[in-house]
């Protein structure tokens, strides 16, 4: 948020209280004119869609100011649910988006030929834009369809076109069809990503499957809702017939709650069930239902840059930081 709409956000008495100074930096009254960071935070602070600016701009300049630790090797994720609408696609592009705000280099490769990262994250993904399909098909190099966020400069995407949903049926004829996007990834050493999210469709096919063996870490969304652990086992199942016969090392690693709403005693019953399933793997910090969430995506933005100051941006931020200072379990071990 920007000092104009802060000011904007604070009422008549910040500008009032700007205009006592001149372009010298001397206040009209003769005393010493302040920061424009003092009088912001006294001022904002008395409305509240003043108090709201004020949080949202500390938890960027907070964000911004904390260095997470750095991985000892680039860690890539999966993220998958077979059952649709959990949030799959909203915890990628906001763990992504929240661990670049916090100083890491930051890829997500959008294997969904709806394209919803690809939109979220404010990346151009039209017919013909190059993308993950043309990549997996061996038209393009990786690093040709890498686009950088227009909201962070250390987050990058590989974006999904409609051209991607044809890909399953062309894959099935080709060499090597389960290890393209391994091979195409191993080709991306010089941008130094620092982590790499793959967001793949709800099922099991071979856009699945690629992002299954090109990953060594599953990351799992289950809602706190009715059902949640619905598909969840089928999905346990693949994963390990794709680590018995394709990647050895494919562990499910973190598991986040979302939609999480306090008010219900489901969702906690549900949160409760998970974490017995899954022990310590299960983040500590939940993502709670926001009508905010939701909504970012529609205009081309995650969560922590549409309204940085509400409780989803701070969650995907604590949950973030939980990812990076667990660290990659392979090198823990």
Not at 252 to 266: A, E, H, I
Request: charged share 20%; glycine share 8%.
């Amino acid at each position: 948020m920007s000092d104009a709409e802060i000011s904007e956000a604070a009422g008549p008495a910040a500008t009032s209280g700007k205009a006592a100074s001149d372009a010298s930096g001397e206040r009209s009254d003769g005393k010493a004119d302040v920061s424009r960071e003092t009088w912001t935070t006294s001022v904002t602070m008395d409305t509240p869609i003043g108090a709201e600016a004020e949080r949202a701009v500390q938890i960027i300049h907070g964000a911004k100011g904390q260095q997470l630790p750095r991985p000892q090797h680039q860690r890539v994720f999966t993220i998958a649910n077979q059952k649709g609408g959990v949030g799959k696609t909203t915890t990628a592009v906001n763990m992504a988006a929240a661990l670049a705000l916090q100083g890491l280099n930051v890829l997500v490769i959008d294997l969904d030929p709806q394209g919803n990262a690809s939109t979220a994250l404010g990346i151009e993904h039209r017919p013909g834009t190059a993308s993950s399909y043309e990549v997996l098909i061996g038209e393009i190099t990786l690093e040709s369809a890498l686009q950088r966020s227009p909201h962070n400069e250390r987050l990058y995407c590989v974006p999904a076109t409609i051209d991607l949903a044809g890909a399953e049926i062309e894959l099935v004829s080709m060499v090597a069809r389960e290890t393209r996007l391994r091979n195409a990834l191993a080709t991306l050493k010089d941008h130094n990503f620092d982590y790499v999210f793959i967001d793949c469709p709800p099922s099991l096919g071979l856009l699945t499957i690629n992002a299954l063996v090109a990953a060594p870490e599953v990351l799992i969304p289950i809602q706190c809702e009715y059902y949640a652990l619905e598909g969840v086992g089928q999905l346990l199942r693949n994963i390990e017939m794709v680590k018995a016969h394709l990647n050895p090392q494919l562990d499910v690693t973190t598991v986040v709650l979302t939609m999480y709403d306090g008010r219900t005693k489901l969702a906690d019953q549900v949160a409760m069930d998970v974490r017995d399933h899954f022990g310590d793997k299960v983040l500590r910090t939940v993502i709670p239902r926001s009508v905010k969430v939701s909504e970012a995506p529609g205009y081309g933005m995650t969560i922590l840059d549409y309204d940085p100051g509400s409780r989803g941006a701070m969650s995907y931020l604590d949950a973030s930081r939980e990812l990076a200072q667990r660290g990659d379990p392979g090198v823990r071990k």
